[in-house]
C-alpha cells in the first residue's frame, strides 16, 4: 500500500470518526440533560485535546512485548477519576489548595489570574502533548498517575459547570463524550500504523497538540 493510499484512509477514518463525535451523536442526544453534559467536553477546546492526547499516550506506552493494557486501562483510569472530580466540582469542594499551595508564588510571578482548576486543565494540553511528541514509553503506573491528576482537574470543572442541570444526565453526557473522544485518540493512535515510522507520525500528532494547547493556554493567560 503505497504513501497516498495510506494517507486517504487515515483522514477518512478521523473524517468518520470525527462526524460521529461531533456530529451524530449530538443529533441523536437531543438538547436534554444528557445532551449538555456530552457538548460540555466536546465543546471545550482546552477538554478536548486533552482527552484525544490521553487516547493517543494510551496507544504510545504499548511496550515492546505488545502486551495492549494500557490502550483500554488509561483512558479507563481518565473517566473513572473524571466522574469523581464531578462529583466534587458539584458538590463544591475546592480544589484550588492542592494547586496554590507548591505553585502560587509562580502565578504571581507569572501575573497569571486564571482559577487554579484552569491552570491545570490547560497545563494538561500541553504536558501530554509534549510527552506524545517525545514519545517516550512511560511506565503504566506513571502513566495512569499522570492521567488521573489531570482527570480529576477537568471533572472538577465539569462538575462546577453542573448549574441546576439534571446531574445524572449531565454526568452521563459527559463522561460519555470523555468516553468517545478517548476512542478517537485511540484510533489516530493506532492509525498512525499505517505509516511507515509511526513512532513519527505519532510525534507530529503530539507536536500539533502541543502547539494548539500552548497557544490556548496564553491566550487564557492574555499572553497574546
Not at 15 to 26: K, Q, T
Request: proline share 4%; aromatic share 10%.
Amino acid at each position: 500500500m503505497n504513501s497516498i493510499v495510506k494517507t486517504v484512509i487515515f483522514f477518512v477514518v478521523l473524517f468518520v470518526g470525527s462526524a460521529v463525535v461531533f456530529g451524530i451523536l449530538p443529533s441523536i442526544l437531543g438538547s436534554g440533560d444528557l445532551a449538555k453534559g456530552y457538548k460540555h467536553p466536546v465543546d471545550g477546546t482546552d477538554h478536548l485535546l486533552a482527552m484525544i492526547a490521553v487516547g493517543l499516550l494510551s496507544v504510545q506506552m504499548i511496550p515492546g512485548s505488545g502486551n495492549r493494557i494500557s490502550v483500554w486501562l488509561v483512558p479507563l483510569c481518565f473517566v473513572v477519576v473524571l466522574g469523581i472530580g464531578g462529583a466534587i466540582g458539584l458538590a463544591g469542594i475546592s480544589l484550588d489548595w492542592a494547586v496554590n499551595v507548591p505553585f502560587s508564588w509562580l502565578f504571581s510571578l507569572l501575573g497569571i489570574e486564571a482559577a487554579p482548576v484552569e491552570v491545570v486543565i490547560l497545563m494538561s494540553m500541553v504536558v501530554l502533548g509534549l510527552v506524545i511528541m517525545s514519545q517516550a514509553r512511560l511506565p503504566l503506573w506513571v502513566g495512569l498517575l499522570a492521567v488521573a491528576f489531570f482527570a480529576i482537574y477537568h471533572g472538577h470543572a465539569h462538575g462546577q459547570e453542573m448549574g441546576n442541570k439534571g446531574a445524572l444526565g449531565y454526568f452521563t453526557g459527559f463522561m460519555l463524550a470523555s468516553a468517545v473522544i478517548h476512542v478517537l485518540g485511540v484510533v489516530i493512535g493506532e492509525m498512525g500504523s499505517l505509516f511507515q515510522n509511526p513512532r513519527q507520525a505519532r510525534a507530529l500528532a503530539g507536536a500539533v497538540l502541543t502547539g494548539a494547547g500552548g497557544f490556548i493556554m496564553l491566550q487564557a493567560f492574555g499572553w497574546v
